[in-house]
């Protein structure tokens, strides 16, 4: 047990932890603005990877530029999303629209295909691509680039939320929809602008994900899949929670996978959310931190 | 055309077009895309018995659905045991992984259901890939042999046919036999309205894990077949997540709760793909956007659809015509017209007695730091009317609720007739003698009335899951007893005529009586009724009055809840009054209305000097 | 200020209120009052405009708001301290605040700073928690913090949806006071209680209602002093004392008689 290759599979955990984290925080802002579970969310990762990559390749356009761009495009993305796959069903109950989130990741996957090809895509990284010397241990750089970005947006995120009248609108519309109501807040709004927001999470997780594996169609279910697993262990409706949950994951996945067996990887997400599910279904922040957005 | 005749055309039918199809099929190609429906079918089939009766979203079935196809395979092609003998192992222990996910999951609903679900099919199929040893991982397992009839290898698409189109027909004869039956109408009764289910006397648990295990098996032999046919081979890919998805999408399309429309979804999604391979990598995009469009344009599917066309309306009239149902409803009908029709009024001889049936003693339930009853005792006697009342949150509900075993009492004994209920699960009490209604009614909204009643005889029979599939003379009687019951229940609440009619089609007032038949049906000791009078005008009121006097004549004791004063006062008995959590007076109508602590209570204390 | 005609509204497959008139006028204190199930939740929710009427009309300073959007009459000046408080869990008790002068949208910034001022008047102790989350207070502080927020909204009518319910009676006596002193400044209030008797101490007016009607209608004082309103509450009206005296002499016909039970057999 050689603490630099610990340390390495630390900062490896803490990066695909923070990518989780934020498509985790995506599903819950969503679910406490509208009480649905988007399946497609792991796509919203999907979609702005291969816009961002297009960008960057077939039209050359610097990497600064191809984030505004793409974080504006998801945007609006998250806003016709709502639109079609959630205002029309949003009285009938939650089996309609889990199968319509689900139909729309299915759209999102092929499309992708028929639009950018079958063949996976390199995405060009933001930073060189040679391994950085952290106190003598060797570390992506892009690692490093995901933790820090993440950081920051979360920091930004927590800034909004927590400072300004337009956090608090929409904190207030998660928390209680009717008495938001009363108050002259335009509800409808707030859910699009959850949707949008959540949106631009996933591109945030998807332009900063995209260099480490390649961009491909499929990329988005299992980030999406492992995300859902974090919020439901950080407690399902709490925004910490949702953080927490993520990182977490993504470090017990990297030791998992190397000390226990790296072939069931992908199965430490789920045995650990049923675990969480049978024995404290509330996840670790559920009742006491009950906080939405 | 007599009953005989109308039930053979259904068998002729299939026969006629089973031995037809393989002659009008010509390739092999579409041969063997018919299997592949049918093995999906199967499997939908079996996704539709946990999800459209019994209303619990599974996202496991393509897991099953490997499961019973890798258990052929391997013991057909390690073990050397032919594909006929290999059928039964394949469906137990797909339904042995249906018990495993089932009794973890009993506990959540809706999307963390999904969710477990998920993980678990995720999990079974990474075991598949890895568990190279058994299952040969990713390679798959090749050469599974097709099964024999004698000298004949039933190798190609048409001869594999009819094994496949016998079992199917098999499969969904069995589903929708069920739905029809005791074990049927619990799940759809934990679909509609699990709490209230669980006080009909339906044990959820049980039920809920069997609807999960018998889903399983079901795509376990649809796996079977897979594995039998077409290209007899299978690997870990295809038992993906997307594909249990895509068996969700073929049960929804072909809507939700219906055997047929299971069948005609399967179909419809697996030949659809193919014929539209011309459009190449797109037909995936307009399938999912197909889909988005049929959730908001079509949610009952395609069978929904079906059901409220005026053709299928007369065809399925014509066929229900003479059902046994029919039958008895009709001769009810023509007994009542004959004979003196009205409920002579009662004279409400039954004042109580000193026998006492229900004992409450130290009862308190507390939520967190909220005391919401407080050491609360009361006696309710046999035969009387006793009404439990005070102001909005004094607690009446929580007691209502411990009593029927929907809440556990943090304190205190409950003892009916001598015997201990507190803390017993629903169903369990129900089986004592115990039966309740609700405040804000929860009747099996999609059933008919005449299925609501029969569930509230759910603690008084008996038939399980083999006697409702195969029907034998005792399950007949059962059935057929139980439905005479149900309908002079429906005469005596005035409900006669109204016996196929959707719960939920009916009035308001109407409804509230459906909930007392569902609940009398039962042969209770003691009725509990939460606020019965809510949302009744006065006309509907007056009939509740001349309707608990009958009951009470039958020797019913009956606890109400109630916030009409007017019909407090007016009917009971006997009255406790409650404030924040404790008994603050008790008595006769009279006494209670002069009771100056009860006056405060509901017109509030002038407090201090304001 | 506020007209209500012949407002009928369903609740659900129930019809909840079945023809409902009244008014309020500018600077009174009217008392809403009535039995549980007697209307008055749902007739706040009317006004309010979370529930839509399907007859009648409704009235606020000669502009018909029948069928208006909730988000629309709390900027017209109607605002609502619902039953139960509804504090936004998670948010601090400032932040609560502010969201109360959402729906005032001329107000400038120094506006805002003269209202909150003004609240922590009213409610001293406010200051002492003003940054503790919704779901930490208890009962009495978080009625004070729901009606100092819909006073932030500077509107000009408050409606008050039981304030009393789960308060101890001290801060009942407290809550009452402080009503009392808003209406004194100016604000119309028409208040929905159970406690009749600590309603009609303060106000002007008082409408009764029973099963959906209005049944009385009178001053506060008239109401105080008259027994029917124990009948009302109560049920002891005189045809239920009539319907009970026929019950009570079938039962005693029935025991000394024959004997025999009738039964619907």
């Not at chain 1, 979360?154 to 209680?176: C, I, P, S």
């Not at chain 2, 003479?322 to 009709?330: E, G, K, N, P």
């Not at chain 2, 019965?532 to 004791?557: K, M, S």
């Not at chain 2, 916030?563 to 603050?584: A, E, P, R």
Request: some cysteine; aromatic content about 8%; glycine content about 10%.
């Amino acid at each position: 047990m050689d603490w630099s290759t610990n340390l390495q599979m630390v900062v490896a955990g803490l990066a695909m932890g923070s990518i989780y984290a934020l498509v985790a925080l995506g599903f819950v802002l969503i679910f406490n603005a509208v009480n649905v579970v988007n399946f497609a969310q792991g796509e919203f990762a999907m979609v702005p990877a291969f816009v961002a990559v297009w960008l960057m390749s077939s039209l050359n356009i610097p990497f600064p530029l191809t984030c505004v761009i793409t974080v504006i495009f998801m945007g609006v993305f998250g806003i016709v999303f709502q639109r079609i796959a959630y205002y029309p069903l949003r009285d009938r109950g939650f089996l309609p629209v889990v199968i319509s989130t689900i139909g729309v990741g299915i759209f999102l996957k092929n499309g992708a295909q028929i639009v950018f090809g079958a063949e996976p895509f390199a995405m060009t990284r933001p930073t060189d691509a040679t391994a950085l010397d952290i106190l003598g241990v060797f570390v992506d750089p892009q690692y490093i680039v995901i933790i820090l970005c993440t950081m920051v947006l979360l920091a930004f995120q927590h800034f909004f939320f927590e400072k300004t009248m337009l956090g608090k609108k929409m904190r207030a519309t998660a928390q209680d929809k009717q008495m938001a109501r009363l108050l002259g807040i335009r509800v409808a709004k707030m859910i699009a602008i959850t949707f949008a927001y959540s949106s631009i999470l996933g591109a945030a997780a998807g332009i900063l994900v995209g260099p480490i594996f390649f961009v491909t169609k499929d990329m988005g279910a299992m980030i999406g899949l492992k995300a859902f697993c974090s919020a439901i262990l950080g407690g399902f409706g709490s925004v910490p929670g949702a953080i927490l949950g993520g990182l977490f994951l993504g470090v017990i996945e990297v030791f998992g996978s190397y000390y226990i067996s790296s072939a069931y990887r992908d199965a430490f997400a789920f045995i650990i959310m049923i675990l969480v599910l049978l024995l404290r279904p509330q996840g670790f922040f559920g009742e006491k931190i009950a906080e939405k957005a | 055309m007599n009953t005989r005749t109308k039930r053979l055309v259904i068998p002729v039918v299939l026969v006629v077009a089973v031995l037809a199809l393989p002659r009008l099929v010509t390739t092999n190609y579409w041969m063997d895309l018919i299997n592949l429906s049918i093995s999906f079918a199967v499997a939908c089939l079996g996704l539709n018995i946990v999800l459209g009766y019994a209303g619990q979203l599974s996202l496991a079935q393509a897991a099953f659905w490997g499961v019973g196809a890798y258990c052929s395979a391997i013991l057909t092609t390690q073990f050397g045991l032919s594909p006929w003998a290999s059928m039964f192992p394949a469906f137990f222990v797909a339904a042995s992984f249906g018990v495993l996910l089932g009794i973890p999951t009993l506990k959540l609903s809706g999307h963390y259901l999904a969710m477990a679900t998920i993980g678990f099919g995720i999990i079974v199929q990474l075991i598949l890939v890895n568990a190279i040893w058994l299952t040969n991982g990713s390679d798959g397992i090749t050469t599974i042999p097709s099964p024999w009839i004698g000298s004949l290898e039933l190798k190609g698409p048409g001869d594999f046919f009819y094994v496949a189109a016998a079992s199917l027909i098999l499969f969904t004869w069995g589903a929708i036999t069920l739905k029809d039956s005791r074990v049927g109408r619990a799940f759809m009764a934990i679909r509609e309205n699990e709490m209230a289910a669980g006080t009909m006397g339906v044990d959820t648990t049980y039920y809920k894990i069997t609807a999960f295990a018998l889903s399983a098996g079901y795509a376990g032999f649809g796996g079977w077949l897979f594995a039998h046919s077409c290209s007899h081979y299978i690997s870990p890919d295809t038992f993906s997540f997307d594909q249990s998805v895509i068996l969700l999408v073929m049960a929804v399309l072909g809507g939700n709760g219906s055997a047929i429309g299971s069948i005609v979804g399967a179909t419809l999604l697996t030949m659809l793909p193919e014929m539209l391979r011309f459009l190449k990598d797109s037909y995936m995009m307009f399938y999912a956007a197909g889909i988005v469009v049929i959730m908001i344009f079509m949610p009952t599917g395609i069978a929904g659809l079906v059901k409220t066309m005026p053709v299928s309306l007369r065809l399925r009239a014509w066929w229900n015509a003479d059902s046994t149902a029919a039958r008895q409803v009709a001769a009810a009908d023509s007994t009542r017209k004959s004979s003196d029709a009205a409920l002579p009024a009662t004279s409400r001889v039954c004042t109580g007695s000193d026998q006492v049936l229900l004992t409450v003693q130290g009862l308190a339930k507390h939520f967190g730091g909220l005391k919401a009853v407080d050491g609360v005792d009361m006696k309710v006697r046999r035969g009387e009317i006793q009404a439990l009342i005070g102001p909005n949150g004094s607690g009446k509900t929580t007691i209502l609720n411990m009593l029927s075993g929907l809440y556990i009492p943090t304190a205190g004994e409950i003892t009916l007739e001598g015997t201990s209920i507190s803390g017993k699960k629903p169903h369990m009490i129900t089986a004592h003698g115990v039966a309740r209604t609700f405040q804000n009614i929860r009747l099996f909204g999609e059933l008919s009335v005449l299925d609501n009643v029969l569930i509230g005889q759910h603690s008084r029979s008996k038939a399980g899951l083999v006697a409702s599939l195969f029907r034998p003379v005792s399950q007949r009687a059962e059935e057929a007893a139980m439905r005479k019951k149900a309908i002079e229940m429906l005469e005596f609440v005035g409900l006669h005529g109204k016996e196929f009619s959707q719960a939920n089609s009916l009035p308001y007032g109407r409804q509230r009586m459906l909930e007392l038949a569902r609940a009398l049906v039962s042969d209770p000791k003691l009725l509990l009724l939460d606020e019965p009078a809510a949302g009744l005008n006065a006309a509907e009121t007056e009939a509740l009055v001349e309707l608990l006097y009958h009951i009470c004549d039958r020797g019913i004791t009956i606890l109400l809840v109630e916030h009409d004063m007017s019909l407090v006062m007016n009917v009971s008995d006997h009255i406790t009054v409650l404030n924040f959590g404790q008994k603050i007076a008790e008595g006769s109508a009279e006494e209670v209305e002069h009771n100056q602590e009860v006056i405060d209570a509901y017109l509030g204390t002038e407090v201090g000097n304001a | 200020m506020l007209k209500l005609e012949g407002v009928e509204t369903w609740y659900g497959t129930i019809q909840a209120i079945k023809g409902i008139s009244l008014d309020v006028r500018q600077g009174e204190i009217v008392a809403l009052l009535g039995a549980n199930g007697a209307g008055k939740s749902t007739t706040i929710n009317t006004i309010t405009g979370l529930l839509k009427p399907t007859k009648g009309r409704i009235e606020f300073m000669g502009k018909d708001i029948t069928g208006m959007e909730a988000e629309d009459i709390a900027e017209i000046g109607i605002a609502c301290v619902p039953e139960g408080r509804h504090i936004f869990p998670g948010l601090t008790v400032m932040d609560n605040l502010m969201l109360g002068t959402v729906p005032n949208k001329r107000g400038s910034s120094g506006d805002i700073e003269k209202d909150l001022e003004h609240c922590f008047e009213i409610f001293p102790q406010l200051r002492g928690f003003k940054e503790a989350l919704g779901w930490q207070l208890s009962g009495g502080q978080q009625q004070m913090v729901a009606i100092a927020r819909a006073l932030m909204s500077r509107a000009k009518l408050l409606l008050m949806d039981e304030p009393s319910l789960g308060l101890a009676p001290v801060l009942v006596q407290e809550v009452f006071k402080i009503i009392k002193e808003i209406n004194q400044t100016g604000t119309t209030i028409l208040l929905v209680e159970q406690n009749a008797r600590m309603a009609l101490l303060i106000a002007n007016r008082g409408f009764v209602l029973e099963t959906g009607r209005v049944m009385l209608v009178d001053t506060a004082a008239n109401l105080l002093a008259n027994d029917e309103m124990t009948a009302h509450y109560l049920g002891a009206h005189a045809h239920v004392k009539e319907a009970r005296e026929r019950r009570s002499a079938r039962q005693r016909r029935g025991e000394n008689g024959d004997g025999r039970a009738a039964s619907s057999n």
